[in-house]
T-cell receptor
Framework: DTEVTQTPKHLVMGMTNKKSLKCEQH?????MYWYKQKAKKPPELMFV???????INESVPSRFSPECPNSSLLNLHLHALQPEDSALYLC????????????FGPGTRLLVL | DQQVKQNSPSLSVQEGRISILNCDYT??????FLWYKKYPAEGPTFLIS?????DKNEDGRFTVFLNKSAKHLSLHIVPSQPGDSAVYFC????????????FGKGTRLHILP
């Protein structure tokens, strides 16, 4: 089983809203990731959690706030986003190190109005 | 500075023929290479990987070749099928290192009927 699930599939929000994206994996993976992907571009790494601790924050604006409640769950809290934040947000996980094969979820398509 | 380069933004191949997707890298520390396939509005799907101790890895219709001296790898798909139409990302990392997986910009493969 190499499944990573993400909810919701689609999200439309205004610039003053607060929303959360959720990601779950039950593969026993110890590293989880948030990526942002714009059309026709490769995924851009945002955050990495390793053993439930934030290990990488790629200079992401504070309007994005990650949270790892336990080893299977990863959230991304959104507040006061801008229209340019509209993108596909991808969650991924890997067995251990961040250099290892990452398995991606289906993504959440976010539109900020 | 692009460490992983996919110089062909798109490629069209007749159904049943061989598709060859190319990837070059500049960082000699990379020792693990991956290919991902991505359909629109979905997360990338892991296809196949190869470590630098090998020069070929095969999985069904997919074969990845690695030429370390040329810092070049390629993904061969044979025979190509309509469902192979997607964007293919090459990615690389240094296992045991501190750095993350680096993605290329992707190549869009069109399989023609």
């Amino acid at each position: 089983d190499t499944e990573v699930t993400q909810t919701p599939k689609h999200l439309v929000m205004g610039m003053t809203n607060k929303k959360s994206l959720k990601c779950e994996q039950h593969m026993g993976h110890r590293a989880m990731y948030w990526y942002k992907q714009k059309a026709k571009k490769p995924p851009e790494l945002m955050f990495v959690y390793s053993y439930e601790k934030l290990s990488i924050n790629e200079s992401v604006p504070s309007r994005f706030s990650p949270e790892c409640p336990n080893s299977s769950l990863l959230n991304l809290h959104l507040h006061a986003l801008q229209p340019e934040d509209s993108a596909l947000y991808l969650c991924a996980s890997s067995q251990g190190g961040l250099q290892e094969t990452q398995y991606f979820g289906p993504g959440t398509r976010l539109l900020v109005l | 500075d692009q460490q992983v380069k996919q110089n062909s933004p798109s490629l069209s191949v007749q159904e049943g023929r061989i598709s060859i997707l190319n990837c070059d890298y500049t960082n000699s520390m990379f020792d693990y290479f991956l290919w991902y396939k991505k359909y629109p509005a979905e997360g990338p799907t892991f296809l196949i990987s190869i470590s630098s101790i090998k020069d070929k890895n095969e999985d069904g219709r997919f074969t990845v070749f690695l030429n370390k001296s040329a810092k070049h790898l390629s993904l061969h798909i044979v025979p190509s099928q309509p469902g192979d139409s997607a964007v293919y990302f090459c990615a690389a990392s240094a296992l045991g290192g501190d750095d993350k997986i680096i993605f290329g910009k992707g190549t869009r493969l069109h399989i023609l009927p």
